[in-house]
Every structure is written in C-alpha cells, then in structure tokens.
C-alpha cells in the first residue's frame, strides 16, 4: 500500500481481555515503531524494531505489553488484561532506514477504548 | 533525551510568514533537529530535519542558530491547510538504541484565519 496501514482503526474492549493491534509498515522499510498518544498530548514511544529485532523496548509501560515483528515487516502490539488507563490511540510508524535522516511515516492509528 | 522548549500555542493570518520557535539548549553535537507536524485527526507528518546548517524543502525552512541552542521552522506563506500542532524534537544519532525513540512533548498549536 501507499502508507501505513494500521487496523483496526477502533478497538473497544473490556477490562481484563487481551486486544492485539496490527501494524502493516511501507513496503520495504527497515524500521518499525509503536507510539502512543493521549489526548491533547505527544505521542509517547513505546518500542521499535529494524527488520524482525526489537531494539529498544524501553517505552513498553508494563509486561502486559508487547510487541513482535517476526518477519521484518508487519508487527503486532499486544496487550495483555486491558485496563482502562491503556486507553489511547496507539500509533505505528516505519521508516525506509535505521538512521537519523530517514524520516518516520505514520499511520492514522488504532483507538483503543477499555470500558 | 534531551529535551526541547516550544511555544503552546501561535497565531497567523493567512498569506503571511509564520516562524515557530524552538529553544533546546541541551543538544549535543550528535543531535539533529527534526520538525513534525500533527493536522486535526491524523497522525505525525515529517516536515524538515538539519544538524547545523540552515535547511529548505518544499513545505519549509529550517534555521539553526550557530550555537545550536535554538531554532526555528518558517513557513513562508501560511495557509489554512498548515493549521496543526508542530513538534521539535532532538534526534540522537550517536546512541543505535535509542535512536527510534522520538520525544515528541506538546509542540506548538498553530491557528491560521482566513
């Protein structure tokens, strides 16, 4: 496709299930990564990966998130007994190259609501 | 991360220039300077990057003092289409993990009238 492609585009979920959101980068970029955004705020780094290797999961606020790129290209954030402070929208974005002049191209995201 | 100060919030009218202001004066010399900017509903849009020299594009231009302690995003003719929250973000190229971690803050809500 011609950008990111994120899906669903609204997840709402009860407390306590597991959601899984999905992340289908720009053909050919190297580099994958999640972000979350509250509302009213920047978006917050959560994790990212070049090619299937999670390089810094710094970000991730808790193990019941986690997230995984088998095959170097679409990735999947999950979340484990969803509470409802993990309500965000949950942003995704690649970039061609690992560096710092390859620019990050997002996608429009995943609206997670925990009731 | 090294951290940037903006403005909340900035307004313009229509046609004119707009120059948006970013103090970061903890940068270190592996740091690049990235703009980004957010329209209503959509996410992050990249708009220009520059380590030390004054950078221009299609969408804008980057001016970086000579300290580096400061810059600014100018947009040269406003329009309503350019009405969003602009963010300055100091990206480190000399530390490999950290580089996809992006501090975005609150940026700069920039309104332009007609």
């Known amino acids: 496709g011609a950008g990111v492609s994120q899906s669903p585009r609204y997840k709402v979920t009860k407390r306590g299930q597991d959601v899984a959101l999905r992340c289908d980068p720009i053909s050919g970029h190297v580099s994958l990564y999640w972000y979350r955004q509250a509302l009213g705020q920047g978006p917050e780094f959560l994790t990212y990966?070049?090619?299937?290797?999670?390089?810094?999961k710094s970000g991730l606020p808790n193990d019941r998130f986690s997230a995984e790129r088998p095959e170097g290209s679409i990735s999947t954030l999950t979340i484990q007994r969803t509470e409802q402070r993990d309500s965000a929208m949950y942003r995704c974005?690649?970039?061609?190259?690992?560096?710092?002049?390859?620019?990050?191209?997002f996608g429009n995201g995943t609206r997670l609501t925990v009731t | 991360d090294a951290k940037t100060t903006q403005p909340n919030s900035m307004e313009s009218n229509e046609e004119e220039p707009v120059h948006l202001p970013c103090n970061h004066s903890?940068?270190?010399?592996?740091?690049?300077i990235h703009w980004y900017r957010q329209l209503p509903s959509q996410g992050p849009e990249y708009v220009i990057h520059g380590l030390t020299s004054n950078v221009n594009n299609r969408m804008a231009s980057l001016a970086i003092a000579e300290d580096r302690k400061s810059s600014t995003l100018i947009l040269h003719r406003a329009t309503l289409r350019d009405a969003a929250v602009y963010y300055c973000i100091l990206r480190d190229s000399g530390r490999g993990s950290t580089l996809g971690r992006l501090y975005f803050g609150r940026g700069t809500q920039l309104t332009v009238w007609p």
């Open positions: 990966f070049n090619y299937e290797a999670q390089q810094d």
């Open positions: 974005a690649s970039s061609l190259q690992a560096g710092t002049n390859s620019p990050l191209h």
């Open positions: 903890t940068i270190s010399g592996t740091d690049y």
